[in-house]
């Protein structure tokens, strides 16, 4: 997701590593501290995994935090962090939209993610019922190898004393926004389950 709106909003790259970083460390926070958490808030497991599905930063994170509650948790989480997922594309072209509009005398092309678009496309291919699990089974291992290389890739680009440069205001600002979509999230599960 980070990556995918940096495509249209154009941030530095300091920028993109730091939010990386932000999401790993809460997402990584929140699989250890989720968990603990069901028995205390009153949480049925469709209860907590929704709410683990829709304030978990990453897919990995949510299903290592919802699973710890059980299967039905687990899958409550998967889907509602899949649903997140697939939510992603329209932001992406909504955030292109307006950065076009906002562009300032100038009618050039805002930059839009084409794997955002393929993205799209295997949800649908997959959908289908032609992708056998076999084949899938297959495949997952290569496209966790591709996701690991392209992490480690901008890992290893990043200026670490640039990122040291911004201060501890980014991260600050992240366990905030981490806490209201934690609590604003176990709200709407509390109000609608």
């Given at each position: 997701?980070?990556?995918?709106?940096?495509?249209?909003?154009?941030?530095?790259?300091?920028?993109?590593?730091?939010?990386?970083?932000?999401?790993?460390?809460?997402?990584t926070a929140a699989m250890f501290l989720y968990p603990a958490l069901p028995a205390a808030l009153h949480l049925s497991p469709r209860?907590?995994?929704?709410?683990?599905?829709?304030?978990?930063?990453?897919?990995?994170?949510?299903?290592?935090?919802?699973?710890?509650?059980?299967?039905?948790?687990?899958?409550?989480?998967?889907i509602a962090k899949l649903a997140r997922v697939a939510l992603l594309a329209p932001?992406?072209?909504?955030?292109?939209?307006?950065?076009?509009?906002?562009?300032?005398?100038?009618?050039?092309?805002v930059q839009f993610?084409?794997?955002?678009?393929?993205?799209?496309?295997?949800i649908l291919v997959n959908s289908t019922g032609l992708v056998t699990?076999?084949?899938?089974?297959?495949?997952?291992?290569?496209?966790?190898?591709?996701l690991t290389m392209a992490l480690a890739a901008m890992g290893l680009s990043t200026d670490v004393r640039r990122l040291a440069a911004r201060g501890v205001r980014p991260l600050a600002l992240a366990a905030c926004a981490w806490g209201i979509v934690a609590l604003t999230?176990?709200?709407?599960?509390?109000?609608?389950t």
């Open positions: 997701a980070v990556i995918a709106t940096n495509t249209v909003t154009e941030g530095s790259d300091e920028d993109v590593a730091y939010a990386v970083a932000c999401v790993t460390l809460f997402g209860a907590y995994g929704l709410w683990a599905g829709a304030s978990i930063h990453e897919v990995a994170q949510v299903v290592a935090a919802a699973f710890q509650a059980g299967p039905a948790a687990g899958g409550f989480g998967t932001l992406v072209l909504v955030l292109a939209l307006r950065q076009r509009a906002g562009a300032t005398g100038r009618r050039g092309r993610p084409l794997f955002v678009l393929g993205f799209v496309a295997l699990p076999a084949l899938r089974a297959n495949v997952a291992p290569i496209t966790s190898w591709l999230s176990l709200g709407l599960v509390k109000l609608f």
